[in-house]
């Protein structure tokens, strides 16, 4: 869900001076919903944060109760804010409101949604408010079960999401706008669950949540392959909930303004703070490191024997730039992002800091893989809320004939894309922040971006065409084409030009002719043999999906189906036991 209308008429918050502490940005975050500057009128936002406040009890009840009377409207948007401030009420509300809102969850029906922060937002608040009303028949809720057959219900699914996102990853993975929304229900079981053991679970998942984030962000920006993640954030990747997140956990980055209503909720709820380990994760840059992670797809429904199917991920992180990627194919619909380069900068607001390069797909077939819509108006029922899906210029979505390759700093990705297919061409995207673009008469590429340098290196002639944002579009219209990307700190070289004959240097060679294929050896002294459909190797050694972990680097270590998570910093240990419900906290003797 976008931005609500309340949001939109809050007044900014001051970036010129932000809070310090976690508790000084928490409350400026409050502050902000409690007293929104504009002409509009407040909506649940508002009641809740004042609620919270214990502010002003009387408004509270008569702009619910007038809000209520309009019609609830959202489904499971509008299911989260009323279960919040059904559980900040603590006897605030007049009568008459308490009614009201009772009331609407008898005769609203929600639809339950049919993505997984759907399904976990509409559970949550089934299952609190179940807790809340208990000992009431299936007359009194839309649903037609009793309080008891709602709240059983709600458990099993939340339990059996915390149980396959702990032993096969998260499906809606990653995303710097839906992280959001699977932090909101964590947070509020965490808060007003009573059962101690849901309690428990909801509250190690936050820690769980917040370490999926910790590596992947370069001061306070979401970096790696992403699960869905908006247009308009994929090119200026401030732009979103995850640097609300950043910037409220660990005061990295800034703020959107103004922040999400879903940092709002959560921090109406547990507001949660992660522990000093979590901080130091998602702080130290000090050493460049690889972090790996397996996921999972969303849900197939067609074409598929497999339910779910393995997404692999690496990131590449230093001080000055992240290299992100999984493994290619269609593994989300519309808004996946596989790989690409970011680049720090000093103040990432209204930066494009980031280039990379995709086969932009659109097919029914794709559609109806992960929904279950029929065929005749599927793309158009896609394109009306997700309006670049079937343009031919885009830079969002995954594509079932593009594989990619990453080993440290150096990618490789292919591209085998069949002669009918809709878009029968590569895009990449050049910002208009990068500096010093150069194309070198080997075919290579040059650019800067911030303190990292960059090499692009397109296996087929090109053509550029300008964006409205300023930047270029690389429009390569062959079937079978490539691009091998080496990225490199600033400080590694005396200056550019050193690095462009390091570059120039490196052994390459391509065969398109038949199926894509590369040998590169990488800057790092590292032999890379791709080809398109099969596995890659280094230094003649092929990955070895098989055993890929579902976290892996120096700060976050988890084992396929094990249900365990382990934090690592140093000589602090952090060990969250999801089969026990145990969290162990240690340090290495010396």
Known sequence: MKRTTALVLLAALSLAAQPQSFQQRMGAVIDAYAHPKGSGDPGYATIAARLWRREDAGWCSRRLEQLLAAGPTGDMFWMFPVTAIAYLDRGQLSDSARRALRRAWQTYMPYRGDTENHWLLYYT???????????????????????????????????????????????????????????????????????????????MMLDYLIAD?????????????????????????????????????????RPVDPPDSYLLYYLLASAYEPPEILRRIATDRSQPYTHYERKRTRNRWRFNDELHGPVYKTTYVRREYAVSSDQGGILQPIQQHSWGVTWAV????????????????????????????????????????????DSPDKFLGGSPYEKVFQDQDSLIALYDIARESRFPHVNGFFSKDLREVREDQ????????????????????YAWKPLD?????????????????????????????????????????????????????????????????????????????????????????????????????????????FRTLTVTDSRLEP
């Open 213 to 253: 984030y910790a590596p992947e962000n370069l001061d306070g920006l979401f970096i790696g392959a992403h699960s869905r993640i908006y247009d308009a954030q994929l090119l200026e990747k401030w732009a979103g909930v995850s640097s609300d997140f950043g910037w409220q956990w660990f005061g990295l980055g």
């Open 469 to 577: 944002n300023g930047g270029r579009r690389l429009f390569s219209p062959y079937l079978k084409n490539g691009i091998v990307l080496q990225v490199a700190a600033s400080s590694e070289y005396p200056d550019f030009a050193s690095f462009q004959r390091a570059i120039t240097s490196l052994e390459l060679e391509a065969r398109l002719d038949a199926v894509p294929t590369v040998h590169f050896r990488s800057l790092r002294g590292r032999m890379l043999e791709f080809t398109y459909g099969e596995i890659p190797k280094v230094n003649g050694e092929p990955l070895d999906y098989t055993h890929w972990p579902l976290f892996g680097g120096p700060f976050v270590e988890a084992k396929v189906d094990s249900e365990q998570l382990l934090l690592k910093y140093g000589k602090m240990r952090r060990l969250l036991d």
């Open 442 to 461: 080997s075919g290579w590429i040059f650019a800067r971006g911030g303190e990292a340098f960059i090499a692009f290196r397109p296996l087929q002639p």
């Open 125 to 203: 608040c089934l299952y609190l408010m179940a807790q809340m009303w208990q000992d009431q028949g299936g007359d009194q809720w839309y649903t037609g079960k009793s309080s008891e057959e709602n709240l059983n219900e709600a458990r099993q699914w939340i339990e059996s999401w915390v149980r396959l996102t702990t032993t096969r990853g998260q499906g809606e993975y990653d995303s710097p706008h839906y992280m959001g929304v699977f932090l909101l229900p964590m947070s509020y079981l965490s808060a007003w669950a009573k059962d101690p053991a849901m309690q428990k679970r909801a509250t």
């Open 346 to 389: 000093p103040d990432p607001r209204g930066v494009h800091n980031t280039l990379f390069a995709l086969n932009p797909h659109s097919s029914i077939r794709e559609l109806q893989t992960y929904f279950v819509f029929g065929p005749d108006s599927a793309i158009e029922t896609v394109v009306r809320s997700k309006k670049t899906y």
